[in-house]
């Protein structure tokens, strides 16, 4: 199994050409699906003592296997937070693996940690952060809520010396994963009513904290809601918190690409402020999965809260530039920063500002779409990618039903979603192959 000989020397090039020739295929194949039966017939036993051999189980993949998965790259896939890496960034990421770097130690990483630093730096300037702030690719945005909580709390408990409950104030805006994030940690959540379109605001922020009955020591705030697109109050939330010691976490894990888009930025005033944030590259900076950046004001914090010790780890020098294992929830990590930093090398920080802002003019485009079409209703006006319109006289189960049928057909995936307790559609445009055409496909396709 080990040793480069012949036999991998021709593997390499199996491999190699269905990589090539996956990405070539634009668009790919939508694929759906399929029951652990039907694929249990299709596969048959595919763990053998003497092996199947790389043709058959690459073929394994490729024709039972990889159609059984959605591609989340297709440009009419605009459900959920679509992917879209550059070729660029596809293609290192299998150097990442075959380079074989153990991304949490100075000592043994410091190249690729070095890049992933630069990488963090560029993110860190689009915010706003001091010159020593700093952080980590973690695996998901998830991770980086769960780490940035576990950090503010942690600080918190140091600085007052204490170790009793406090919690932590969100919005309805806030993402799923920062109410797991509390449950995992233990720490009890402070709900902050939103405005009208679920939005936390420094006035409301302020008033909740005025007649809340429960100590709080850290906001969660989002830029660039999952559901909506919509952005928070961040100015305002920065103000409340400076003033009341508070820390700010934004988790920014799919709108941040937007720091990179000069008609966005001023969106997130007050960014510069927080704490901590997250962006997810794996979202809207085309980067594939998994890849989430979390950005520390002060990552001395992060080291203090997060720093293992053991006896063999004695010999790693206290005085490393830096060690990212210090910095987040984990131990052993590929360096997944790397395909970013290559695509964003190669390319420049302009084509990010282009290819982010097409995210953004197609969701107003695609506004405009709806506001003319009588079989359609806009929800609100889009602010980042996120378009939420009403297929007028349609209930949720016509909804659901004309999404099952887009997909079985290969037309795309365009999922409803529940906002303020009614079923509408959701498009999430992150893809910039991604046409005004293919748009107008799935909405007329809901005539
Ligand atoms: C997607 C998302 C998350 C979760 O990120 P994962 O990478 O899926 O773990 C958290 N917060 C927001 C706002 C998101 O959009």
Redesign the pocket.
């Known amino acids: 199994m080990h040793g480069f000989g012949p036999e991998s020397e021709r593997l390499a090039r199996l491999i190699l050409d269905y990589v090539i020739d996956r990405l070539r295929q634009s668009p790919p194949p939508l694929d759906g699906p399929r029951t652990p039966e039907e694929l249990r017939d299709a596969t048959g036993q595919m763990i053998t003592e003497h092996g199947l051999g790389p043709d058959a189980a690459l073929a394994l993949f490729r024709d039972v296997l990889a159609p059984a998965c959605i591609s989340s790259d297709h440009p009419r896939y605009v459900a959920f937070?679509p992917t879209a890496p550059t070729e660029a960034a596809s293609f290192f990421d299998l150097v990442v693996s075959a380079a074989n770097i153990y991304g949490d130690w100075w000592l043994e990483g410091a190249g690729a940690i070095y890049a992933e630093m630069q990488t963090l730096r560029w993110l860190a300037d689009l915010a706003g952060f001091p010159p020593d702030a700093s952080g980590v690719f973690l695996?998901?945005?998830?991770?980086?809520?769960l780490t940035a909580l576990t950090v503010a709390r942690q600080t918190w408990r140091r600085r007052h010396d204490t170790t009793r409950p406090a919690a932590v104030a969100v919005a309805p805006s806030a993402?799923s994963?920062?109410r797991l994030s509390a449950m995992v940690t233990d720490i009890p959540v402070l709900v902050v009513p939103g405005d009208e379109h679920g939005r936390l605001t420094g006035t409301l922020l302020r008033d909740a904290l005025d007649h809340a009955d429960q100590e709080v020591f850290a906001v969660v705030a989002?830029g660039?809601?999952?559901n909506t697109g919509l952005i928070d109050d961040l100015a305002g939330v920065a103000e409340v918190c400076q003033d009341r010691g508070l820390w700010l976490h934004v988790?920014?894990?799919?709108?941040g690409a937007a720091l990179a888009s000069s008609i966005a930025r001023p969106w997130f005033d007050g960014i510069e402020r927080a704490d901590s944030f997250?962006v997810?590259p794996?979202?809207w900076l085309f980067a594939p999965f998994?890849c989430?950046a979390l950005l520390y004001r002060d990552p001395n914090l992060a080291r203090a809260a997060l720093t293992q010790h053991a006896g063999y780890l004695e010999t790693l020098a206290p005085t490393a530039p830096l060690n990212p294992s210090d910095l987040g929830i984990h131990m052993t990590r590929r360096v997944r920063g790397l395909p970013l930093w290559f695509s964003l090398t190669s390319h420049g920080t302009a084509a990010y500002d282009a290819a982010v802002t097409r995210g953004i003019e197609l969701a107003l485009a695609t506004a405009d779409r709806v506001r003319q079409a009588e079989h359609l209703e806009l929800v609100m006006d889009p602010q980042l990618s996120v378009v939420l319109f009403r297929r007028t006289g349609w209930d949720a189960d016509r909804c659901q039903a004309w999404t099952d049928q887009a997909l079985a057909s290969g037309l795309g995936l365009l999922v409803p979603t529940v906002h303020d307790g009614e079923t509408v559609f959701r498009c999430c445009f992150v893809n910039p192959t991604t046409t005004l055409a293919d748009v107008d496909a799935l909405l007329d396709a809901m005539r």
């Open positions: 937070v695996s998901g945005g998830t991770a980086g809520n993402h994963s920062v989002t660039g809601a999952t988790d920014a894990a799919y709108g997250i997810d794996h979202k998994d989430a």
